[in-house]
């Protein structure tokens, strides 16, 4: 399951600015979590790898901030790690910092400014160092959108 997950994450990450390595990649990500899914749909890793890449996802493909937002929230959800499993099925907590920015990205992207400002002001609550919250995600909010 993890190798899945860890392998659509690496197909995301090497979908560059090229539109044709974008259709290429993307698509072998979509495939490998739709791999993923298959064993365990509520595999809390999953859910955050599937929310990204349908937030990469153009919407005249099934994708965009609507498609990603409940997937992200049942990530951040299932990774909370006062409530996450650290049994040998689940490994290790990690996952609720990258469900929260990236849930707080899509509330933005999506035009909830300050649903995405609550996200990141409970997460930087609990975890006050979060340097890609504090200094790049939450003062983008204050810049007017384009």
Same mark, same amino acid.
């Given at each position: 399951?993890?190798?899945?997950?860890?392998?659509?994450?690496?197909?995301?990450? &090497?979908?560059?600015? =090229?539109?044709?390595?974008?259709? /290429? %990649?993307?698509?072998? !990500?979509?495939?490998?979590?739709?791999? +993923?899914r298959a064993?365990?749909?509520?595999?809390?890793?999953?859910?955050?790898?599937?929310?990204?890449?349908?937030?990469?996802?153009?919407?005249?493909?099934?994708?965009?901030?609507?498609?990603?937002?409940?997937?992200?929230?049942?990530?951040?959800?299932?990774?909370?790690?006062?409530?996450?499993? &650290?049994?040998a099925e =689940?490994?290790?907590?990690?996952? /609720? %910092?990258?469900?929260? !920015?990236?849930?707080?990205?899509?509330? +933005?992207?999506?035009?909830?400014?300050?649903?995405?400002?609550?996200?990141?002001?409970?997460t930087l609550?609990?975890?006050?160092?979060?340097?890609?919250?504090?200094?790049?995600?939450?003062?983008?909010?204050?810049?007017?959108?384009?």
């Open positions: 399951m993890e190798a899945l997950v860890l392998r659509a994450v690496i197909l995301g990450v &090497r979908a560059d600015r =090229s539109l044709l390595r974008r259709m /290429w %990649l993307g698509r072998q !990500a979509h495939g490998a979590v739709a791999e +993923a064993i365990d749909p509520e595999h809390p890793r999953m859910l955050l790898q599937h929310g990204i890449l349908m937030l990469h996802t153009p919407a005249s493909f099934g994708g965009g901030p609507d498609a990603a937002r409940p997937l992200l929230e049942r990530a951040r959800a299932a990774l909370d790690p006062e409530v996450f499993s &650290r049994d =689940s490994g290790p907590s990690w996952g /609720w %910092l990258d469900a929260s !920015a990236w849930l707080g990205q899509t509330l +933005a992207a999506g035009g909830d400014r300050s649903a995405a400002r609550a996200v990141y002001a409970e609550e609990r975890e006050p160092e979060m340097g890609w919250i504090r200094s790049e995600l939450l003062p983008a909010l204050d810049v007017p959108a384009r």
